[in-house]
């Protein structure tokens, strides 16, 4: 597969592939060779890579206040 | 495939048991909060409205949840009816960023110690200041990218999965995965220019 000839929604859509651990051996290693000389490719497999670590820790320990929790406990009793 | 104790769990909900259904509850909340708090992207009551009501319709409707199927998912399933419901009905709104909640701020000031594993006020500003960031940049999504983002990249869902949550084709959720990806990937580095 030569990947210069892919447009440019296709090679997002390998990156994500990439990202994802959805890829096969023999893709992952034509992108990986490919990555070598194509700066824009790397560069945006990284700034994908660190868009969903971002995504990921900016959400990790969320999780409802007592003050909802309470909300809900009341409101299910009432539909008893 | 749900476990036997959680089959039983969801048996005694369906027949209106509601400490059987808290159980569920406590095992699920966190992970329908994140969707309802990353959907809502900065508007903390909205949040917790989406987090309430999916827990309220998921009991009134037990009764009618198959149990060879996944419990997680099918909640998932009416917390993103319920955003698009939500989102539907609203146009644009003011952005009110989630950490700005007294709740957040708790132990602000406090002078208490940061034992191992806990963050210091620079790794907490820090955490903070990513979250708004997100935040800003997903309240510029429509309500499906957001939700397929969260549900693949912070839920950790499979395409498969999240698919059937939204319903939604495997390709549909790629597509919209990708163009989310790409635009957050955008926002962030235009907010560090």
Known sequence: ?80 | MASADERRLIKLSASGDPEAFGRLITRYEDRIFRLAKSVCAGLPSDAEDVYQETFLTAFKKMRGFRADSDLGTWLYRIASNLCFMRYRKKSREPFVPLLDRPHDHDHEGSGRQYPDGEPTPEEGARKKELALQVSRALAKLPVDYRLVLTLRDVEGLSAGKTAKALGLSVAAVKSRLHRGRLFLRDEFARETR
């Open chain 1, 1 to 80: 597969m030569k990947l210069e000839r892919l447009t440019c929604r296709r090679r997002v859509a390998l990156l994500c592939g990439e990202l994802d651990g959805e890829l096969s051996p023999a893709l992952r290693r034509v992108l990986s060779a490919h990555r070598r000389g194509c700066l824009p490719c790397a560069d945006l497999l990284r700034g994908l890579r660190r868009t969903v670590e971002s995504l990921r820790s900016s959400m990790s320990a969320t999780g409802p206040s007592a003050k909802a929790r309470k909300r809900l406990s009341a409101a299910l009793r009432r539909t008893l």
